[in-house]
T-cell receptor, first 115, second 116 residues
Framework: DADVTQTPRNRITKTGKRIMLECSQTKGHDRMYWYRQDPGLGLRLIYYSFDVKDINKGEISDGYSVSRQAQAKFSLSLESAIPNQTALYFC??????????????FGPGTRLTVL | AQKITQTQPGMFVQEKEAVTLDCTYDTSDPSYGLFWYKQPSSGEMIFLIYQGSYDQQNATEGRYSLNFQKARKSANLVISASQLGDSAMYFCAMRSLGGGADGLTFGKGTHLIIQP
């Protein structure tokens, strides 16, 4: 079984709809992240969380919100989706205790299309 | 602010040849980590190798090695004896190791195609 799972894997929605992307992990890591990837670009950080009580904005947080429901769960919400939020979304986890200086491990991604 | 530059948008390499993917970086942080990830056509991001700024030796992981030249701010990935399955996008990334942990800064990637 995958250590980091994302649901749904694919989603098509309409402009103005609210949508939630979910991430769960069984790695026991305390840090979790959300990134988006646009064609021809690398990943950009949306939000990150050190633990359940800690949420931080990343480079491109406008239009997004997050919820850390438990150590193992981190959700990303688009309150009112717009077409330029069409992208591939990745969740990642890490832990300083795991060595390799807090290497981040990624989920399989969610491909979101906003029409 | 940190910045990663990957100057090779695409590369074609013959199977079994060695490959060098370029990565240069810019940061004012004295302590940082450099990472390489592979993204096959299926889309997942696979961690390949890590190099710390204070590591004395270049990192190696199987067929992957990182040619770290701190003074030149470069962290090139070397793949020895390339295989067809190495065809993928490759991303160089970095993060500061000082203070609180935040996310990775990524380059735009290099699309590597291994030809038989």
């Amino acid at each position: 079984d995958a250590d980091v799972t994302q649901t749904p894997r694919n989603r098509i929605t309409k402009t103005g709809k609210r949508i939630m992307l979910e991430c769960s992990q069984t790695k026991g890591h305390d840090r979790m992240y959300w990134y988006r990837q646009d064609p021809g670009l690398g990943l950009r950080l949306i939000y990150y969380s050190f633990d359940v009580k800690d949420i931080n904005k990343g480079e491109i947080s406008d239009g997004y919100s997050v919820s850390r429901q438990a150590q193992a769960k981190f959700s990303l919400s688009l309150e009112s989706a717009i077409p330029n939020q069409t992208a591939l979304y990745f969740c990642a986890t890490s832990s300083p205790a795991s060595g390799r200086s807090d290497t981040q491990y990624f989920g399989p991604g969610t491909r979101l299309t906003v029409l | 602010a940190q910045k990663i530059t990957q100057t090779q948008p695409g590369m074609f390499v013959q199977e079994k040849e060695a490959v060098t993917l370029d990565c240069t970086y810019d940061t004012s942080d004295p302590s940082y980590g450099l990472f390489w990830y592979k993204q096959p056509s299926s889309g997942e991001m696979i961690f390949l190798i890590y190099q710390g700024s204070y590591d004395q030796q270049n990192a190696t992981e199987g067929r992957y090695s990182l040619n770290f030249q701190k003074a030149r701010k470069s962290a090139n990935l070397v793949i020895s004896a390339s295989q067809l399955g190495d065809s993928a996008m490759y991303f160089c990334a970095m993060r500061s190791l000082g203070g609180g942990a935040d996310g990775l800064t990524f380059g735009k990637g290099t699309h590597l195609i291994i030809q038989p």
